[in-house]
C-alpha cells in the first residue's frame, strides 16, 4: 500500500474545509483548487488575472516541490475563470510556466470564486515517472 502525504499551505480555509493543498499516494500527486491568496491571506493582484495566474502557479510549484516534484511532472491544469473574456493574460502566464511542458489543461468560465476580488482559481495533477 502506498503512503498519503498531505502537504498544507496554511491557508485559512483548509481546516475548516478539510482539505490539503497536495495529496500525494505513490507517484501520483493532485493539488487543490489555488487562489491568488498569500501567506498572510490577502489577496494578490486584485483585478488583474495575469498577476493572479502566476502566483497561483507559482504556489503550485511549492506544493509540488514539497510532494517531492516539479512542474515538468505536472500532466493536467484546470483553470477556473470569473472572466472567460480575459483568456489571453491568463493564458499567457500558464504558458511562461508551462510552454515546454505542455501539460492537458482546461479553462472554463465560473459564476464566481469565494471571494469576488480572485479571479482564477488552478488545480493541477502531477504523475512522477518511474
Known amino acids: 500500500m502506498n503512503k498519503r502525504l498531505n502537504i498544507s499551505s496554511g491557508a485559512k480555509w483548509e481546516d475548516i474545509v478539510g482539505y490539503s493543498r497536495a ?6 500527486i493532485e493539488v487543490a483548487g489555488t487562489t491568488a491568496i498569500d501567506e498572510n491571506n490577502q489577496v494578490v493582484g486584485s483585478g488583474d488575472p495575469y498577476t493572479q495566474t502566476k502566483f497561483i502557479l507559482a504556489k503550485i510549484e511549492r506544493a509540488l ?5 516539479t512542474l515538468r511532472d505536472v500532466i493536467r491544469t484546470r483553470m477556473f475563470v470569473t472572466d472567460i473574456a480575459r483568456w ?3 493564458g499567457r ?8 511542458i ?5 479553462m472554463v468560465q465560473v459564476k ?7 479571479l482564477v482559481e488552478i488545480e493541477a ?3 512522477i515517472a518511474q
Not at 102 to 106: D, G, L, N, R
Open 23 to 28: 495529496v500525494r499516494i505513490g507517484n501520483v
Open 65 to 69: 516541490v514539497a510532494a517531492g516534484a
Open 88 to 90: 489571453e493574460e491568463i
Open 93 to 100: 502566464a500558464h504558458g511562461e510556466f508551462f510552454r515546454d
Open 102 to 106: 505542455k501539460p492537458a489543461t482546461t
Open 112 to 118: 464566481s470564486l469565494i471571494s469576488p476580488e480572485l
Open 125 to 127: 495533477t502531477a504523475v
